[in-house]
């Protein structure tokens, strides 16, 4: 990726927490000795507004409120200070917020806040209350990172113990926790895919990726680390943004799983918080350097637009293929089709004409049939007549009949067998007419069932 760095932000001493304004562009950062910084850097300069001493001791959490209007800050002195994100006057502090060092800060609405402590204890809070209204022992090490999700009203948060916590912010009880990694701890958690996929980055580099709903163990691995996951920020629905112990600031899809490319680094020192502005223009990233670095993000905005037309033309391409291919496939299969009705028809028509010269060959014999038996009755009357008595003239007429049965007797001998011949021939060749109209030749049957399937599929 080509250098999208803006501005580098350099601080007294390491900062250990870094956020952006939702509206405004103000970046506010926790720094290790307990100060509160605060810098514009609207229309491409960098300028320091604000710097607060807000704790003694180390600055551990910084997280705006909802509408803005004010910042809070957590440190190891087990307190939680409100900041007018305007005048960078403190407003009230609740001291001795938890019974040890606050880790992690999250906004869960316009006035709720959730904090979380090194002895695993998850609190929540309502700014308008001096009380908190809920406080939940959901691990059993320090909380190192909480995710909110005030849409759905839930509440994710991670543990050195490798533990991931769902806490429901309407009932305000953990209502699910997944089985602990005895050799890893979990570092950071985000949400992707439309709230079905939870990440979490580890001290051994790979992420885990847990379905909603099936807390127990993770449902898939992502390696490709080669150190501690100790930030992690969505980007949109499809890919993260993820701060690692070697210094690089990593974009990576999810499901697919895929090292997309490295927006930028902070040199070999450790990253310890990433914060994105609303708008995903803006990246923060906070290192063990001193340093707070601004990162352009619109490269990748700018990648994801170029890919889409991209894609479009490639999936309108594949379509048109398999269009084409579609009606090349019906194409040949109707020519194939009708060039086998053609060998049908032609069979049927060669059939037809073998019957009708089988029954021209039959006619003469069917005429000399009947010829016989005509013969045959007038032998038949001669020797009636010849047996009364007629004389010469019915010897005479005797002769000529015994001459024409004689010339025909050959052919009225088999009179019987040549009829029933006939029949059988006619029978056969109107069994072989029907069988034309449902028993096709095997190469039409062949197609006319592939092109039948293709329409149902």
């Known amino acids: 990726m080509e250098d999208v760095l803006l501005h580098t932000v350099p601080l007294d001493d390491q900062p250990m927490d870094v956020d952006i304004h939702p509206t405004q562009r103000l ?3 926790g720094v290790i000795d307990g100060h509160l910084v605060l810098h514009d850097f609207t229309d ?16 551990r959490a910084v997280r705006f409120s909802g509408d803005g209007e004010l910042l809070y800050t957590a440190s190891t002195d087990c307190s939680i200070l409100a900041v007018d994100a305007a005048s960078g006057q403190a407003q009230a502090r609740k001291k001795d917020a938890h019974d040890s060092a606050i880790n992690r800060l999250a906004t869960v609405s316009a006035s709720g806040l959730a904090s979380g402590d090194d002895e695993g204890v998850v609190k929540l809070w309502d700014a308008r209350q001096s009380d908190a209204i809920a406080s939940l022992e959901a691990h059993s090490d320090y909380v190192a990172d909480l995710c909110a999700l ?7 948060s991670v543990s050195g113990d490798g533990t991931l916590a769902v806490i429901d912010l309407r009932k305000n009880k953990i209502i699910a926790q997944s089985e602990g990694e005895a050799d890893d701890e979990l570092l950071s958690v985000a949400v992707v895919k439309g709230g079905t996929k939870v990440v979490c980055g580890s001290t051994s580099g790979v992420l885990g990726v847990w379905s909603w709903g099936f807390w127990n163990d993770c449902s898939d691995r992502f390696p490709g680390h080669p150190e501690s996951v100790t930030a992690l920020l ?3 629905e499809d890919s993260i943004l993820t701060g690692s112990s070697d210094g690089l600031i990593r974009v990576l899809s999810i499901q697919p799983n895929k090292m997309l490319g490295v927006l930028g680094e902070h040199s070999d020192y450790p990253i310890e918080r990433l914060s994105m502005s609303a708008d995903r223009s803006v990246l923060a990233s906070a290192s063990h350097d001193n340093t707070v670095k601004l990162w352009d993000l619109s490269q990748l905005a700018d990648d994801g637009d170029e890919d889409e037309p991209g894609d479009g033309e490639e999936e309108e391409e594949e379509e048109d293929a398999g269009e084409d291919a579609a009606q090349a496939a019906a194409g040949k299969d109707s020519g194939e089709g009708a060039q086998a009705g053609d060998e049908s028809g032609a069979e049927g028509e060669e059939e037809e004409e073998s019957g009708e010269e089988q029954s021209s060959e039959g006619e003469p014999a069917a005429a000399s049939d009947r010829a016989a038996a005509a013969a045959a009755a007038a032998a038949a009357a001669a020797e009636a007549a010849a047996a009364r008595g007629s004389g010469p003239a019915a010897t005479q007429q005797q002769g000529a009949g015994g001459a024409s049965a004689g010339g ?3 052919p009225a001998a088999s009179s019987d067998d040549s009829d029933s011949e006939e029949e059988r021939g006619k029978k056969q060749r109107k069994r072989r007419q029907k069988g034309q109209h449902r028993i096709q030749p095997k190469k039409g049957a062949r197609h006319t069932g592939g092109n039948f399937f293709s329409d149902i599929l």
């Open 27 to 29: 970046l506010a950062s």
């Open 44 to 59: 491409g300069s960098l300028t320091q507004r604000h710097k607060v001493k807000a704790h003694a001791t180390s600055c």
């Open 150 to 156: 005030p849409d759905a009203c839930y509440l994710l």
């Open 234 to 236: 969505r980007y949109d």
């Open 408 to 410: 025909a007797a050959k």
